[in-house]
C-alpha cells in the first residue's frame, strides 16, 4: 500500500494565521510568539491572537494529517475563548503526538511592521520551544509598506513544521 511504503519520511507541513490589531478602543494586550509586548496594542481573535503560536500549531497539524487550529480550538469551542498561544501550541504537539507523531521541529516567518521582534527573538524562541517541547525557530521580516501588515492593520504569520511517525507505530512490512 502505498501509505505503508512512506510511513518512514519525513513529512511537513504549513500553517498560516493573519489578525487585525484590536480597535483603538480595546484595551486588549499584545500577546505574540508567547510573549506579552507592553505597551502594543492587542491582536483581535478568538484566543489571544498569537499569529506566531497559531501558525505553529496549524504547521504541525497539517504535517500530521490532523485537521487544523478551527478543528481542535475553533471559535464553537468557548473554552478556548481567550486561551494563550503558547497553550494552543502546547496542546497541539500533544494532539500530533498522540497522532503517532514524533516532532523534529517548527519554522516560523512573522510579517509586520510591530512589535519590534529581533531583541526578543531568543526568549520568543525559547517559550514556543518549551510549549511544543522541540526546537522553534522565529525570524520576521516586514512588506515595506504593502498589504495589510504593511500598511500597520495586522500581522501574519506562516509556519513549516517536520514529523516523523513515531517508530513504535511503524508498521512492520512481512518478508516475502
Known amino acids: 500500500m502505498y501509505l505503508s511504503e512512506h510511513l518512514h519520511l519525513p513529512r511537513t507541513g504549513i500553517g ?3 489578525h487585525a490589531y484590536a480597535s483603538d478602543g480595546d484595551p486588549a494586550p499584545l500577546w505574540l510568539a508567547g510573549l506579552l509586548w507592553e505597551g502594543e496594542r492587542g491582536l ?16 504541525l497539524f497539517s504535517a500530521a494529517g490532523v485537521g487544523d487550529l478551527g478543528t481542535h480550538f475553533g471559535t464553537a469551542r468557548p473554552e478556548y ?6 497553550t494552543l501550541l502546547s496542546s497541539a504537539a500533544a494532539i500530533v503526538r498522540d497522532a503517532g ?12 511592521n510591530r512589535p519590534k521582534f529581533a531583541p526578543r527573538r531568543a526568549e520568543a524562541e525559547a517559550v514556543l520551544s518549551d ?3 522541540t526546537p522553534v525557530s522565529i ?5 515595506d509598506g504593502l498589504g495589510l501588515t504593511g500598511r500597520g492593520e495586522g500581522v501574519a504569520a506562516i509556519a513549516t513544521a517536520v514529523v516523523v511517525r513515531s517508530s513504535s507505530r511503524v508498521a512492520v512490512r512481512p518478508e516475502g
Request: glycine share 14%; charged share 10%; net charge negative.
Open 81 to 86: 475563548a481567550g486561551a494563550s498561544g503558547s
Open 44 to 59: 483581535s481573535g478568538h484566543s489571544d491572537g498569537d499569529a506566531v503560536a497559531h501558525a505553529a500549531a496549524d504547521a
Open 16 to 18: 498560516v494565521d493573519v
Open 131 to 133: 510549549a511544543a517541547q
Open 101 to 112: 507523531f514524533d516532532i523534529g521541529n517548527i519554522a516560523v516567518q512573522l510579517i509586520g
Open 139 to 143: 525570524s520576521a521580516t516586514t512588506t
